[in-house]
Each structure stands twice: as structure tokens, then as C-alpha cells.
T-cell receptor
Framework: GAGVSQSPSNKVTEKGKDVELRCDPI?????LYWYRQSLGQGLEFLIYFQGNSAPDKSGLPSDRFSAERTGGSVSTLTIQRTQQEDSAVYLC????????????FGDGTRLSIL | SQQGEEDPQALSIQEGENATMNCSYKTSINNLQWYRQNSGRGLVHLIL?????REKHSGRLRVTLDTSKKSSSLLITASRAADTASYFC???????????FGRGTSLIVHP
């Protein structure tokens, strides 16, 4: 079956522009995570959605970052007024239910801010 | 600071040799997971070991957990060039459903 799909795979934009990153989780997965991975670094947690519960936004680095998940499926991560330090790979993962389960990752969006 | 830290940061071996990577963490955990990441790809789940387990196997992979030392090891036996990747441990604590990832070990297996 289809895995987690992220789009675009690469995004280059100018500083100050807004960007939207999309994640299509595996069908039926209720938990969805966004992470950021800078070059040579581990994964930095950004936000967690679980079913219809309020998302855990504790990892968002600033109010320029926001995310939503429509209909319990597709999620969009939006970064407003991008800065050069936002350059990174943004990874999305989903899992079957609440609780720590093996996470299934997409291949990420590589974001470059000029 | 990172909850889990992998050691070594980089490991270079010849095909057929065993590769051992370690993960140390600071606070008591519920579960520890190991993931693999090939260059330019997402992470792939390898093994989850719970705090009350000491060892798990999956194919050529062996994971041990020593909660008294707050450490885990991942052993890959008879390594192959295709095992070349970064390996991450992830821990979760308390009631959190959010795993914390380390910075990873970069493994290169030379054919």
C-alpha cells in the first residue's frame, strides 16, 4: 500500500516568502507528526496531531510556524516570512493510533531559503 | 538537550564485519526505538524495545537495553554495503507520545 507522501520534495524560496508543505499520511493512521532535520542533526519535533484532539504544538519554534490537519488526514505545515535558518528537511510521520507506535516516515521536503 | 545520544557519531567497516552502535539516555524511559535513514530518504523503523525487555532480535539486528546504565546497543551482524545509512535511537518518557531522537550514527559499509 501507499506510504506517507510529502510534497513538494524540494522547495527553494526567497527569504520573507511564505511556504506550505504537505503531508499525506497512511490511510487510517490517526497520529501524525512533523519534524525538522537540519544537516547532520537529529530530528527536532515540531507538532503532533492525534485524531480529533487538540494538537501538541509545543515544538513549534516561533509563531511563524503553524500546521493544520483537515478531516483527520492530510496535514499542511506553513512557515510565514521564511528566514534562512528555516532551511532544513521537514519530515512527516504517521502511526496507527495514540501511544508510541512505530512511525512511518515520508521522504521529507528539503526547504532552502535564499 | 538530546534525550538519546548515539555513539559513535561515525563508523566505517568492511562488508561482513559486525557493526555496533550505542545509545545513551538521561531519564527513565517507556520505550526505545531504533530507526535507519538512507541518504535523502525518511526514517525506517527497525526495532522497538520496551523498558521491561532486555533484548530483541530481527534478522541480522540485535538490540539490547540496559536500564540500569540507561543505554541501548544496536548490533548489525554480517554487515552489507546496503546497510550504509544513519541510525537513530528514539526514546519516550512518562505519558508523552512524542519520541525524542538522537543525532544518529553514520555507518559506512565498504564492499
Amino acid at each position: 500500500g501507499a506510504g506517507v507522501s510529502q510534497s513538494p520534495s524540494n522547495k527553494v524560496t526567497e527569504k520573507g516568502k511564505d511556504v506550505e508543505l504537505r503531508c499525506d499520511p497512511i490511510s487510517g493512521h490517526t497520529a501524525l507528526y512533523w519534524y525538522r532535520q537540519s544537516l547532520g542533526q537529529g530530528l527536532e519535533f515540531l507538532i503532533y496531531f492525534q485524531g480529533n484532539s487538540a494538537p501538541d504544538k509545543s515544538g513549534l519554534p516561533s509563531d511563524r510556524f503553524s500546521a493544520e490537519r483537515t478531516g483527520g488526514s492530510v496535514s499542511t505545515l506553513t512557515i510565514q516570512r521564511t528566514q534562512q535558518e528555516d532551511s532544513a528537511v521537514y519530515l512527516c510521520a504517521s502511526s496507527t493510533r495514540q501511544g508510541v507506535q512505530p512511525q512511518h516516515f515520508g521522504d521529507g521536503t528539503r526547504l532552502s531559503i535564499l | 538537550s538530546q534525550q538519546g545520544e548515539e555513539d559513535p557519531q561515525a563508523l566505517s567497516i568492511q562488508e561482513g564485519e559486525n557493526a555496533t552502535m550505542n545509545c545513551s539516555y538521561k531519564t527513565s524511559i517507556n520505550n526505545l526505538q531504533w530507526y535507519r535513514q538512507n541518504s535523502g530518504r525518511g526514517l525506517v523503523h527497525l526495532i522497538l524495545i520496551r523498558s521491561n525487555e532486555r533484548e530483541k532480535h530481527s534478522g541480522r539486528l540485535r538490540v539490547t537495553l540496559d536500564t540500569s546504565k540507561k543505554s541501548s546497543s544496536l548490533l548489525i551482524t554480517a554487515s552489507r554495503a546496503a546497510d550504509t545509512a544513519s541510525y537513530f535511537c528514539a526514546t519516550d518518557v512518562g505519558g508523552s507520545y512524542i519520541p525524542t531522537f538522537g543525532r544518529g550514527t553514520s555507518l559506512i559499509v565498504h564492499p
